[in-house]
């Protein structure tokens, strides 16, 4: 076995060699690899082993730069990420943010719900929307509780259906506030999405569509009203070619009857019958499409007395009319706001059918029209209250629909009728009804500046005349009475059936240098030219031609506006025969 030396008895050199090994692994192993390992001869037996420690040196330095490379590339790799998620979140504490801001300041109701359908969170809109004092009143509630019986089935399969199919929809469903009202919604219904990313639940958006379906109901009757006009216009026409035919000829009968009182009496009360049949006339006239109001100004207080009394005489009915010292003026076709007022009154007293009061309000008011918000200008509001049945809720929205009525043998075209004479003045009709306390109907006019016209009542009648006349109209018999009529009062009358004739009459009549006095021209002439036309032509040969138009649509707009089509004056079929002798006077005379 052999002997083991001791340090002491290991020469110096090996000594030597054993203490620098010693030093340079010490050093290796605390990581200071930036040391020098010796070089020795070859032919020192400790060559080998400095040669090995000096590659060990170079591996564990190439070692610990790959490592620092690494450590400082995960280290940049995780510093970024952390950047990332610093990001993320700031992004989704931003986005959370912005939610929560559009969800409180939305104008539309937002209700999240859980997967049962119980309210978790709600913004203010739904509070007030569902008049709703916290949102302790609703939270933990089932949303369904806020919809109407007949739609709850309904609603909750459209929330099952948006939660299976992941997908966005919008359904009209009826919702009942707290304190029992109902209003349609436009709700549109969205799934939540959990941190898994599966449905934590739904989230429903209510758009208040009531006024929506207002504007839409009003166009809708507008159109009804309209397509109604294109016939009763037209019946309407032909019904006052008849009477006025029938008041001529009866006319005319009675200047041969001077010396039988009794029979003149009886041609007297036919001309009134028919002139009381224009009332028909009238109530179809309003839905005429396009028809203008012939308007004057006048104070509606004196207009609203005399019909709100009239309507109620012989009654178990009291009329009360309130009327303010200043009511502004208004300009108004006063037969057709009499015909309004009058069907007010009239339902106000079948209301009451064991008596009561009506009461009809004048007051002036600043307001703004329903369909133009925006900007409020002067009405004369006409209030007509009863205390009478009342109106369910369920027709309030149908009461001006042409043909709709509750009552017995009712036609359905009284509140049509006024809501289509309102509309043409440019005012608006507001009805408000509780069953059982009676309904308010109220009125809006809209105020004028011009002055209130007084109509002369101590005008005398016109007299005989003298001249000669023209007379254009496609009907034989309203053709020839006119022509009678005039003949009679003294005038030479030469009468033509259409537009054509009339110019070739007065062509005529200027070649000889005996033109005429005056013209009645026929606003309507099927398959020719009309009045307008014709008075258009007239004109280009003699610009003093005095033209009178006649129609039988009493709300034309060439009659409401006669003088901007070149005529001197007007007269509605049917007439009178004062009537007819003092429309020729003035336009002779050119009053």
Not at 10 to 35: K, M, N, T, W, Y
Not at 499 to 520: N, T
């Amino acid at each position: 076995m052999a002997a083991i030396l001791t340090k002491s008895e290991l020469p110096d050199r090996v000594r030597e060699r054993i203490e620098q090994v010693l030093d340079l692994l010490a050093r290796i192993s605390f990581g200071h690899l930036d040391v020098t390992v010796p070089v020795l001869p070859e032919d020192d037996e400790f060559a080998d082993l400095f040669t090995g420690l000096e590659v060990l040196v170079a591996d564990l330095s190439e070692a610990r730069e790959e490592l620092e490379e690494e450590v400082r590339r995960r280290t940049e790799a995780l510093e970024e990420d952390i950047r990332q998620r610093e990001q993320v979140e700031a992004q989704l504490r931003a986005s959370e943010a912005t939610y929560r801001m559009l969800v409180e300041t939305s104008p539309d109701p937002i209700a999240l719900c859980d997967r049962d359908g119980r309210v978790q969170m709600v913004n203010p809109a739904l509070l007030s929307a569902f008049r709703l004092g916290s949102a302790e009143d609703i939270l933990g509630a089932s949303w369904l509780d806020f919809v109407v019986p007949d739609d709850r089935v309904r609603a909750a399969d459209y929330a099952r259906s948006v939660q299976a199919h992941r997908r966005i929809c919008t359904s009209e469903i009826t919702f009942r506030r707290r304190d029992g009202s109902e209003f349609v919604g436009e709700a549109r219904c969205s799934v939540m999405h959990g941190a898994a990313g599966d449905g934590a639940g739904v989230q429903y958006v209510v758009h208040d569509i009531t006024e929506r379906r207002r504007r839409e109901h009003e166009q809708l009757r507008a159109v009804q009203i309209e397509a109604l006009g294109t016939l009763a216009g037209g019946i309407a026409h032909d019904f006052n070619n008849t009477l006025a035919a029938i008041a001529g000829c009866v006319s005319l009968a009675m200047k041969t009857m001077q010396p039988q009182p009794e029979a003149r009496d009886l041609l007297s009360q036919a001309v009134d019958a028919a002139f009381r049949a224009t009332a028909l006339t009238r109530q179809l006239l309003t839905f005429s499409a396009g028809g203008k109001p012939v308007k004057v100004c006048l104070d509606i207080g004196e207009l609203v007395r005399r019909v709100a009394g009239f309507c109620v005489r012989g009654s178990n009915v009291r009329c009360r009319v309130e009327v303010p010292s200043g009511p502004w003026p208004v300009e108004v076709d006063a037969g057709q706001i009499e015909q309004v007022i009058g069907n007010l009154v009239i339902n106000a007293k079948q209301s009451m059918p064991d008596g009561g009061t009506v009461t009809v309000r004048v007051s002036n008011h600043l307001a703004a029209h329903p369909e133009a918000p925006e900007r409020k200008r002067r009405y004369v509001c006409i209030a007509v209250e009863d205390t009478g049945m009342g109106i369910p809720a369920e027709n309030l929205h149908r009461i001006f629909d042409p043909y709709f009525s509750t009552k017995h043998g009712g036609s359905g075209l009284g509140l049509a009728t006024a809501y289509s004479v309102v509309r043409k003045h440019e005012g608006f009709i507001e009805c408000a009804s509780t069953v059982g306390h009676g309904s308010r109907f109220s009125t809006y006019l809209p105020a004028s500046d011009h002055a209130v016209y007084f109509p002369d009542s101590d005008a005398p009648e016109p007299d005989r005349g003298q001249g000669s006349i023209l007379v254009m109209d496609d009907d034989d018999i309203v053709r020839d009475v006119a022509a009678q009529l005039l003949g009679e009062a003294g005038y030479d009358v030469v009468a033509v059936e259409s537009g054509s004739a009339a110019i070739a009459a007065y062509e005529d009549a200027l070649d000889q240098r005996r033109p005429f006095s005056a013209v009645l021209l026929d606003l309507t002439v099927p398959g020719g030219d009309g009045g307008k036309e014709t008075m258009q032509k007239l004109l280009a040969l003699d610009p003093s031609v005095k033209g009178i138009v006649v129609s039988g649509y009493s709300d034309d707009p060439v009659i409401a506006d006669y003088r901007r089509y070149g005529f001197v004056a007007r007269l509605a079929k049917p007439y009178r025969l004062q009537q007819l002798l003092g429309a020729v006077k003035s336009a002779i005379e050119g009053a």
